[in-house]
T-cell receptor
Framework: AQSVTQPDIHITVSEGASLELRCNYS??????LFWYVQSPGQGLQLLLK??????LVQGIKGFEAEFKRSQSSFNLRKPSVHWSDAAEYFC????????????FGGGTRLMVKP | DAMVIQNPRYQVTQFGKPVTLSCSQT?????MYWYQQKSSQAPKLLFH???????NEADTPDNFQSRRPNTSFCFLDIRSPGLGDAAMYLC????????????FGSGTRLTVV
């Protein structure tokens, strides 16, 4: 079965600083990979996804993520964080052999200092 | 815009009083999911419908039921809510299974008093 680990439960960065949120997955084949963002009291919004092809994917709100097969990672990055980016971020992996379910990581809460 | 809509956004119910949460979608996706999310935790899958086929997670309490009368609507019924059922409930949809991602609704925040 696939699994997803987000090693950082909380991250605090200053506004304007760069951001990297870590995501590691375990799966026997190339998975489908996702990053979702959740603002307080809201549902999950898709930031970006990777299915195949170029390993650097661009998403909404200036986010990007890079799939590194050798490291089983799919880290989310943003060059300059805005206060409105403060939210919970979830990495997820999809696999056809798991009843087509998405498996979520535990989430990383991002706080932005002024 | 095609979307997933959950009603109500906030629901307050009394301990032990049945409550129903609703979800509708205009995406024509054949799979619909219900997740429970407690504070500062990842969403936890309760069950899903693949077309009309109901799939219950093994650890979903019997207190939780679901109905899908047609492709567009899905309901979550909590027969006797307890204080521990207070949570955000998220509905999601996907086409032909979730491996390619889900579309989520905005959620319903359930409070049990």
């Amino acid at each position: 079965a696939q699994s997803v680990t987000q090693p950082d439960i909380h991250i605090t960065v200053s506004e304007g600083a760069s951001l990297e949120l870590r995501c590691n997955y375990s799966y026997g084949a190339t998975p489908y990979l996702f990053w979702y963002v959740q603002s307080p009291g809201q549902g999950l919004q898709l930031l970006l996804k990777y299915f195949s092809g170029d390993t650097l994917v661009q998403g909404i709100k200036g986010f990007e993520a890079e799939f590194k097969r050798s490291q089983s990672s799919f880290n989310l990055r943003k060059p300059s964080v805005h206060w409105s980016d403060a939210a919970e971020y979830f990495c997820a992996v999809g696999a056809w052999n798991a009843g087509n379910m998405l498996t979520f990581g535990g989430g990383t809460r991002l706080m932005v200092k002024p | 815009d095609a979307m997933v809509i959950q009603n109500p956004r906030y629901q307050v119910t009394q301990f032990g009083k049945p409550v129903t949460l609703s979800c509708s979608q205009t995406l024509n996706h054949n799979v619909m999911y219900w997740y429970q999310q407690k504070s500062s935790q990842a969403p936890k899958l309760l069950f899903h419908y693949y077309d009309k086929d109901f799939n219950n997670e093994a650890d979903t309490p019997d207190n939780f039921q679901s109905r899908r009368p047609n492709t567009s609507f899905c309901f979550l019924d909590i027969r006797s809510p307890g204080l521990g059922d207070a949570a955000m409930y998220l509905c999601a949809t996907s086409r032909e299974g979730g491996a390619r991602g889900y579309t989520f609704g905005s959620g319903t925040r359930l409070t049990v008093v």
